[in-house]
């Protein structure tokens, strides 16, 4: 009767030790891919910052150019497609230059810029190796930037 209960356990320990180990493998085999998106994820993050400040500097480059205002802008950085989306709430942005004025916009309030962006890393992989990241950002400008003429 002992050699059988010594049987009995020794199986359900084997049983135990498989189940352990192929829980082990199964859940290893997923730890890269959680490092690897958790990468992307904060390089999404940091690109994002640096959208930022470059929606920013592309408005002060445009005033720099005589140009009133920007729709969008697309470029590739740091092997990154980065969309910045301009919105305008007191005109509409035309060619560089502003139209169709909303005579009810109060330049204290509604004189922001509101700026839309998307980020897009790892076009080219699969699906679900893609991060896409978007980030809207209100600007404040400095009143001589709306030198509007009616």
Not at 89 to 94: L, M
Request: hydrophobic share 45%; with cysteine; proline share 3%.
């Amino acid at each position: 009767m002992k050699k059988a209960y010594v049987l009995i356990w020794t199986i359900f320990l084997i049983l135990l030790i498989s189940l352990w180990m192929s829980l082990t493998l199964n859940i290893s085999s997923y730890t890269p891919k959680i490092i690897q998106d958790s990468y992307y994820y904060l390089r999404a993050q940091i690109l994002s910052h640096n959208a930022t400040q470059f929606s920013k500097y592309f408005l002060y480059q445009a005033k720099q150019e005589n140009k009133e205002c920007l729709d969008n802008i697309y470029f590739n950085y740091a092997k990154a497609l980065i969309k910045i989306k301009y919105f305008y709430p007191i005109a509409q942005c035309v060619n560089f230059k502003f139209s169709n004025f909303n005579p009810d916009a109060n330049l204290n309030k509604d004189g922001v810029i509101i700026a839309h962006i998307s980020i897009a890393l790892n076009r080219d992989k699969n699906v679900n190796d893609e991060i896409l990241l978007t980030k809207s950002i209100i600007i404040y400008p400095k009143e001589n930037f709306w030198n509007l003429k009616n």
